[in-house]
């Protein structure tokens, strides 16, 4: 856009002809003031886009179920979400629960820049329609910005930034080591999984419900502890989780945690 303008500018005595003379003697000077002004007006327009880095940390309590971002992050649920600025979408080779449809976005052009995280985090079915993230969005542009200006960070170095490891989020519900170091019996638990496949598929799609498939397994434990607590605001859920013993939920863990 900018060296579009300044062209237009520098070719303007060729279709005004009889102010010629007088600005092509001042050319040099009134391009340099063009420059100037033009290259300032990106630099002001994304420090307005981008939010508060501090202010996103928090807020990223509401993405952190699933992604972890900062030093050792690792996929978890989601991908991790280092370097994510200028990523194409779809594209963590170590990563196996992408949908097709997100896939099929990246191999079409979709990259991870502001606008793009910033419809799919106030909407993500409306960027890609049969994405596997199951999130209801986030309404508000500015706690938007403000995440996106902490993910920001981690798209320049994140090796430098030590004290920004994912575990300076804490979890939705502290467990006991006892309680997270229980092996669920993977059988007992795809006889218990009935009542969760009347709503969630073992194929793995989302269509109308979460996807739970390939969960690693102490995502899984707490979140169903989540509900069972109550921190988790789903009413089913609630009910459902707070009928299972801590045996149980370990069993359903490694049961889901092994579909594909």
Not at 12 to 35: G, T
Not at 93 to 108: I, T, V
């Amino acid at each position: 856009m900018v060296l579009k303008v300044i062209d237009l500018f520098t070719n303007s005595h060729n279709m005004f002809p009889r102010i010629n003379n007088d600005l092509e003697q001042d050319l040099p000077k009134y391009k340099a003031f063009f420059v100037g002004i033009l290259l300032s007006l990106p630099l002001a327009a994304a420090s307005e886009e981008l939010g508060n880095a501090e202010k996103g940390q928090e807020n990223f309590g509401k993405c952190a179920s699933c992604h972890q971002i900062g030093k050792g992050a690792t996929h978890r649920v989601g991908p991790h979400l280092n370097k994510i600025f200028g990523r194409r979408a779809g594209s963590e080779e170590d990563f196996k629960r992408y949908s097709k449809g997100l896939k099929r976005a990246g191999q079409e052009g979709l990259f991870w820049d502001f606008d793009t995280l910033d419809a799919f985090l106030e909407n993500p079915k409306s960027l890609v329609s049969d994405t596997r993230m199951s999130f209801s969005g986030i309404k508000d542009p500015s706690d938007r910005a403000d995440i996106i200006a902490y993910m920001r960070i981690f798209s320049d170095d994140p090796s430098n930034i030590p004290e920004a490891a994912p575990t300076a989020i804490a979890p939705e519900v502290s467990l006991s080591a006892e309680t997270l170091a229980i092996v669920g019996d993977r059988d007992y638990g795809e006889y218990l999984s009935s009542e969760c496949l009347t709503c969630h598929q073992t194929n793995g799609s989302d269509q109308g419900i979460p996807a739970i498939t390939g969960w690693p397994e102490p995502d899984f434990v707490v979140a169903m502890h989540a509900y069972k607590e109550k921190v988790r605001n789903h009413p089913v859920m609630q009910m459902m989780a707070g009928r299972l013993s801590d045996e149980e939920i370990a069993a359903l863990a490694a049961y889901f945690g092994e579909l594909q």
